[in-house]
């Protein structure tokens, strides 16, 4: 399995309060990626990085930042969490090597 | 606009008969393509890929088929097994840009029933 590793696993939080989504790989890929994961909709990515500090926006990045200050952490930021972002959030890794994205265990956060 | 459609939210099978699962694109950039199994509570894992020069990829009882002209590829599962019960995904991405930015269908859940 690929070493990816989320954190936390599960969160519950308040409107309006700002979440941090942790995501640290020790495949040292470039490519990382997040996506949510919502009933009728798959999966839907939100951002992307190709580098560290380098990241593009994907289909759903609205009220959503990301950072990669390290190849190994990218962190997923809701500054002003809303109920419309409670979801199932997975980060996926990817090489130059390969074209194959490899998930981690995702992460439920619920926005009350 | 949904760049990559899976029709069938749901398909059951009887065990030991094949599963065919479908996918359709309308982005005719996209080059690289994948599907993925996913179980509750669990992250979704790489199960197969074709990319655009091939039209068929083989690996055990998963093939997946790629029909350019008609922006389809399909999933074919033989003999289904009741673990193979999940949602499975497919994925298209233009691999050329050396960026890998998967775009994901909405899933069909397959049902194998012993």
């Known amino acids: 399995d690929a070493g990816i590793t989320q954190s936390p696993r599960h969160k519950v939080t308040e409107t309006g309060t700002p979440v941090t989504l942790r995501c640290h790989q020790t495949e040292n890929h470039r490519y990382m990626y997040w996506y949510r994961q919502d009933p009728g909709h798959g999966l839907r990515l939100i951002h992307y990085?190709?580098?560290?500090?380098?990241?593009d926006k994907g289909e759903v990045s609205d009220g959503y930042s990301v950072s990669r200050s390290k190849t190994e952490d990218f962190l997923l930021t809701l500054e002003s969490a809303t109920s419309s972002q409670t979801s199932v959030y997975f980060c996926a890794i990817s090489g130059l090597e390969t074209e194959k994205l490899f998930f981690g265990s995702g992460t439920q956060l619920s926005v009350l | 606009d949904q760049q990559v459609k899976q029709n069938s939210p749901s398909l059951s099978v009887q065990e030991g008969r094949i599963s065919i699962l479908n996918c359709d694109y309308t982005n005719s950039m996209f080059d690289y393509f994948l599907w993925y199994k996913k179980y509750p509570a669990e992250g979704p894992t790489f199960l197969i890929s074709i990319s655009s020069i091939k039209d068929k990829n083989e690996d055990g009882r998963f093939t997946v088929f790629l029909n350019k002209s008609a922006k389809h590829l399909s999933l074919h599962i033989v003999p289904s097994q009741p673990g193979d019960s999940a949602v499975y995904f497919c994925a298209a991405s233009e691999g050329a840009s050396g960026t890998y930015k998967y775009i994901f269908g909405t899933g069909t859940r397959l049902k194998v029933l012993a």
């Open positions: 990085s190709y580098g560290v500090k380098d990241t």
